[in-house]
């Protein structure tokens, strides 16, 4: 096995590799679906084919058309395959035989996720399908598409990725089956899982193979995972029961301290570290706000050692070292100071490691610039098309209606939020674009989109306003081992100066063309209050009559299992948003997202919070239960029970957290966000009188539910939108259609103002 190489690194840039020879062909005006349109192309091969569970459509938001123009950059001939039939491997044929390998996602959601509600019942629809048909992707289709390639081309290699492959990387509780399953390398028979945003990875791996060289070889680079059998005797293996004691003492420091408490409890100073750091030869992670210098590892003895995880057989059968494994997994996600992790899957002569590799190291600007300014047509394939070319009716792909108009200008969130899988797959370090390719972007769209009426859809990414923020320091940024910067409070260390993005701002709506231009991705509120001239800038330039934010809760227990902000920072960001929308004299509504059943909520906490609802005047149109998507720390809580942000413990000094399971109880959880639709009022009824609570059952203002039934309404469910659509993170409704890169918190529901105008009632 080759060795990691030793720091110190700069991360070789995208465009630091001689191009393939088949740059000589072009760019395509689309990836080839076809043969007919690779002979079009003078194409005898293509050198990749990407096989992706979503239509093909070739702009930047959608992750294979990224993938595949990236490497049509660096001079390979790539061609997609897009939603086969996966009944057999003869739709896998149709581009012939890959001349490097195949390329493998589920799309851009998880693949049960976009096919089953929180409830596990089969959707309908499906976003990223042409006409919004569901079923046109099979369950588990990361796993079910490699074995079609496999059986297609049995010698070609297989590299999978996309967030389902990322979310999966480990041994893995999965809702869908109520059961812990295999890692997915293991499942999928892949030669390489590349986890996370995986462009520089790929990149790499694609001029190696490109080279001969086997892929069995290449095991040194960031951002893999695969099966290996034999231990290596030049790296230093640890037990992760060295990191973290489940049942016995926990060693790690406090994962909510700063890294200048950290140092404070020890005696020294952040300075200190910064000097220890320095004195190691280490270049550190350049600060996120130029995003320029390399990130390398704080800790040389970190390069060579890798972290033994409990095998899946272990975790499997013991609640307590899965909590525990998942907990040590997510204290190895920073790049500047990740180790590697083994876990054994199978005993005796069947014996297999699943080896991964430390995170990637993030995209500079220039890197970000780069892949998003490449010529995308901005449109689905002509495939999808009708005899006149438009998009509309059968053709139309939602997903794309969503981020039609949309830009996308960040990655990463260092929220660190337990039930949402955005950290998980793309990282908490925040890679930023320049303010020139935003802007050429915003221009692009205006000339190439059919239908650009001048407005902007949202400028955004996985949070509004993380533009640009992250840790002051390179060093101290290299060295944390936080889930959250934002979590129970904002880090010190935290730079959180919103002036990059009031400029972006400002200078798209200036561009000639454009008219308004609107926030539609979810907005951190809780550092939005920090930049007061943000808010306003906000309120009075880019909100469209009301703004989605996401408080999820009232309620310190469930808020405190989330690592969300207490509804105090709710309350003072309402009070500058009602301000400034009075100052520029304009009504404006907040429309707050909730979750139900999360892990930690009692009764009493949703009872709490419909009153909440009620006395501010909050009527929740649509209800999204938790839905525990794989690996995320959320999930953990859910399957056993134990909070893996405390430190985990077999005994009394382990915390135990109320998870909400059972059909009953997840509906009545609902049902309290829902309080004013009468199907809820029996339920509701009970759960009151049980808690001793009857005095919130009656027609006084001061009541949440009445006495008295309307005749014909126990028990009618009101019919869920069609309009509704799965987040690309993990899967929650929305009422209002939102850019697949820019979801509201996943898990969240959508309410409506009762003051809001009837023109603007949905």
Same mark, same amino acid.
């Given at each position: 096995?080759?060795?990691?190489?030793?720091?110190?690194?700069?991360?070789?840039?995208?465009?630091?590799?001689?191009?393939?020879?088949?740059?000589?062909?072009?760019?395509?005006?689309?990836?080839?679906?076809?043969?007919?349109?690779?002979?079009?192309?003078?194409?005898?091969?293509?050198?990749?084919?990407?096989?992706?569970?979503?239509?093909?459509?070739?702009?930047?938001?959608?992750?294979?058309?990224?993938?595949?123009?990236?490497?049509?950059?660096?001079?390979?001939?790539?061609?997609?395959?897009?939603?086969?039939?996966?009944? /057999?491997?003869?739709?896998?044929?149709? @581009?012939?035989?890959?001349?490097?390998?195949?390329?493998?996602?589920?799309? #851009?959601?998880?693949?049960?996720?976009?096919?089953?509600?929180?409830?596990?019942?089969?959707?309908?629809?499906?976003?990223?399908?042409?006409?919004?048909?569901?079923?046109?992707?099979?369950?588990?289709?990361? $796993?079910?598409?490699?074995?079609? =390639?496999?059986?297609? =081309?049995?010698?070609?290699?297989?590299?999978?990725?996309?967030?389902?492959?990322?979310?999966?990387?480990?041994?893995?509780?999965?809702?869908?089956?109520? /059961?812990?399953?295999?890692?997915?390398?293991?499942?999928?028979?892949?030669?390489?899982?590349?986890?996370? #945003?995986?462009?520089?990875?790929?990149?790499?791996?694609?001029?190696?193979?490109?080279?001969?060289?086997?892929?069995?070889?290449?095991?040194?680079?960031?951002?893999?995972?695969?099966?290996?059998?034999?231990?290596?005797?030049?790296?230093?293996?640890?037990?992760?029961?060295?990191?973290?004691?489940?049942?016995?003492?926990?060693?790690?420091?406090?994962?909510?301290? +700063?890294?200048?408490?950290?140092?404070?409890?020890?005696?020294?100073?952040?300075?200190?570290?910064?000097?220890?750091?320095?004195?190691?030869?280490?270049?550190?992670?350049?600060?996120?706000?130029?995003?320029?210098?390399?990130?390398? &590892?704080?800790?040389?003895? *970190?390069?060579?050692?890798?972290?033994?995880?409990?095998?899946?057989?272990?975790?499997?059968?013991?609640?307590?070292?899965?909590?525990?494994?998942?907990?040590? @997994?997510?204290?190895?996600?920073?790049?500047? #100071?990740?180790?590697? &992790?083994?876990?054994?899957?199978?005993?005796?002569?069947?014996?297999?490691?699943?080896?991964?590799?430390?995170?990637?190291?993030?995209?500079?600007?220039?890197?970000?610039?780069?892949?998003?300014?490449?010529?995308?047509?901005?449109?689905?394939?002509?495939?999808?098309?009708?005899?006149?070319? %438009?998009?509309?009716?059968?053709?139309?792909?939602?997903?794309?209606?969503?981020?039609?108009?949309?830009?996308?200008?960040?990655?990463?969130?260092?929220?660190?939020?337990?039930?949402?899988? $955005? +950290?998980?797959?793309?990282?908490?370090?925040?890679?930023?674009?320049?303010?020139?390719?935003?802007?050429?972007?915003?221009?692009?769209?205006?000339?190439?989109?059919?239908?650009?009426?001048?407005?902007?859809?949202?400028?955004?990414?996985?949070?509004?306003?993380?533009?640009?923020?992250?840790?002051?320091?390179?060093?101290?940024?290299?060295?944390?081992?936080?889930?959250? =910067?934002?979590?129970?409070?904002?880090?010190?260390?935290?730079?959180?100066?919103?002036?990059?993005?009031?400029?972006?701002?400002?200078?798209?709506?200036?561009?000639?063309?454009?008219?308004?231009?609107?926030?539609?991705?979810?907005?951190?509120?809780?550092?939005?209050?920090?930049?007061?001239?943000?808010?306003?800038?906000?309120?009075? *330039?880019?909100?469209?009559?009301?703004?989605?934010?996401?408080?999820?809760?009232?309620?310190?227990?469930?808020?405190?299992?989330?690592?969300?902000?207490?509804?105090?920072?709710?309350?003072?960001?309402?009070?500058?948003?009602?301000?400034?929308?009075?100052?520029?004299?304009?009504?404006?509504?907040?429309?707050?997202?909730?979750?139900?059943?999360?892990?930690?909520?009692?009764?009493?906490?949703?009872?709490?919070?419909?009153?909440?609802?009620?006395?501010?005047?909050?009527?929740?149109?649509?209800?999204?239960?938790?839905?525990?998507?794989?690996?995320?720390?959320?999930?953990?809580?859910?399957?056993?029970?134990?909070?893996? @942000?405390?430190?985990? *413990?077999?005994?009394?000094?382990?915390?135990?957290?109320?998870?909400?399971?059972?059909?009953?109880?997840?509906?009545?959880?609902?049902?309290?966000?829902?309080?004013?639709?009468?199907?809820?009022?029996?339920?509701?009824?009970?759960?009151?009188?049980?808690?001793?609570?009857?005095?919130? $059952?009656?027609?006084?203002?001061?009541?949440?539910?009445?006495?008295?039934?309307?005749?014909?309404?126990?028990?009618?469910?009101?019919?869920?939108?069609?309009?509704?659509?799965?987040?690309?993170?993990?899967?929650? @409704?929305?009422?209002?259609?939102?850019?697949?890169?820019?979801?509201?918190?996943?898990?969240?529901?959508?309410?409506?103002?009762?003051?809001?105008?009837?023109? %603007?009632?949905?």
């Amino acid at each position: 096995m080759s060795p990691v190489p030793t720091p110190p690194q700069r991360a070789r840039p995208l465009t630091g590799y001689k191009p393939f020879w088949a740059k000589r062909f072009g760019p395509a005006p689309f990836l080839p679906m076809s043969r007919a349109e690779m002979e079009a192309l003078g194409w005898d091969s293509c050198d990749v084919v990407l096989v992706t569970g979503d239509a093909y459509v070739d702009h930047p938001s959608f992750g294979m058309a990224v993938i595949g123009r990236v490497l049509e950059a660096q001079g390979f001939r790539v061609g997609i395959i897009a939603q086969p039939d996966w009944h /057999s491997a003869e739709p896998f044929k149709a @581009l012939g035989k890959p001349n490097l390998f195949w390329g493998v996602t589920a799309g #851009n959601m998880d693949s049960m996720i976009n096919r089953y509600t929180a409830d596990r019942k089969i959707r309908s629809d499906d976003a990223y399908t042409p006409g919004d048909v569901g079923g046109q992707r099979p369950d588990r289709a990361a $796993i079910v598409y490699s074995q079609r =390639c496999r059986e297609a =081309c049995k010698d070609v290699p297989i590299i999978l990725g996309g967030i389902e492959g990322s979310l999966r990387r480990i041994a893995h509780y999965d809702y869908w089956s109520d /059961s812990v399953r295999r890692s997915i390398v293991v499942d999928s028979k892949c030669d390489l899982l590349l986890y996370g #945003n995986a462009e520089r990875a790929l990149v790499e791996i694609a001029h190696r193979l490109a080279r001969r060289e086997p892929v069995a070889q290449i095991t040194d680079v960031r951002g893999t995972a695969f099966v290996r059998r034999a231990s290596d005797p030049g790296w230093r293996e640890i037990d992760s029961t060295e990191v973290d004691r489940p049942g016995r003492v926990d060693a790690l420091a406090n994962p909510y301290q +700063t890294t200048a408490e950290r140092a404070a409890g020890q005696g020294t100073s952040c300075d200190a570290i910064k000097t220890e750091a320095a004195g190691a030869g280490q270049e550190s992670a350049g600060a996120p706000k130029s995003l320029e210098k390399p990130i390398t &590892l704080i800790r040389p003895d *970190h390069v060579r050692t890798v972290i033994r995880l409990p095998s899946y057989e272990q975790v499997r059968r013991d609640p307590v070292l899965y909590a525990h494994a998942n907990r040590v @997994l997510h204290l190895e996600t920073n790049p500047g #100071n990740a180790r590697a &992790l083994v876990q054994a899957h199978g005993e005796g002569r069947s014996a297999r490691d699943v080896w991964i590799n430390p995170p990637p190291i993030p995209l500079s600007t220039a890197e970000m610039d780069h892949i998003f300014d490449l010529p995308y047509a901005r449109n689905p394939h002509p495939r999808y098309a009708d005899e006149r070319g %438009r998009h509309d009716g059968a053709t139309k792909i939602p997903a794309w209606e969503m981020i039609r108009f949309s830009v996308n200008i960040m990655r990463g969130c260092f929220g660190g939020c337990t039930f949402c899988s $955005i +950290t998980e797959h793309e990282g908490r370090i925040i890679q930023s674009r320049s303010e020139d390719s935003i802007a050429r972007e915003v221009e692009a769209m205006r000339d190439q989109v059919q239908g650009f009426t001048g407005v902007v859809s949202d400028l955004g990414g996985p949070t509004a306003n993380m533009y640009r923020l992250g840790c002051r320091d390179p060093a101290i940024e290299a060295a944390c081992r936080k889930p959250s =910067c934002v979590y129970p409070g904002i880090c010190p260390n935290l730079g959180t100066d919103h002036d990059p993005l009031i400029r972006v701002y400002r200078r798209v709506r200036q561009l000639p063309g454009v008219k308004k231009v609107l926030i539609g991705s979810g907005l951190r509120y809780d550092l939005a209050i920090r930049s007061p001239a943000y808010v306003k800038e906000l309120v009075q *330039h880019h909100v469209g009559g009301y703004l989605k934010i996401a408080p999820e809760h009232t309620e310190e227990g469930p808020l405190s299992k989330m690592m969300k902000p207490g509804i105090g920072n709710y309350d003072r960001f309402k009070q500058l948003f009602d301000q400034y929308s009075a100052e520029a004299g304009k009504q404006q509504f907040l429309i707050p997202y909730f979750i139900a059943a999360h892990p930690g909520t009692s009764d009493e906490d949703m009872l709490h919070l419909a009153l909440w609802l009620k006395r501010n005047g909050f009527r929740a149109d649509q209800v999204q239960a938790f839905y525990p998507s794989p690996m995320a720390t959320a999930t953990t809580m859910y399957h056993t029970g134990v909070n893996p @942000l405390k430190g985990v *413990h077999r005994d009394e000094r382990g915390e135990r957290v109320d998870t909400v399971k059972g059909e009953r109880r997840r509906r009545l959880h609902k049902a309290f966000l829902r309080y004013h639709d009468p199907a809820n009022w029996p339920l509701l009824r009970q759960a009151l009188k049980d808690m001793g609570r009857h005095d919130l $059952i009656g027609s006084g203002k001061h009541h949440l539910i009445p006495a008295w039934q309307p005749a014909g309404t126990e028990g009618y469910q009101a019919p869920r939108r069609k309009n509704s659509t799965p987040s690309a993170a993990t899967g929650s @409704l929305q009422k209002k259609k939102l850019p697949a890169h820019t979801k509201p918190a996943p898990g969240a529901i959508l309410t409506q103002h009762t003051g809001l105008p009837p023109r %603007r009632r949905k």
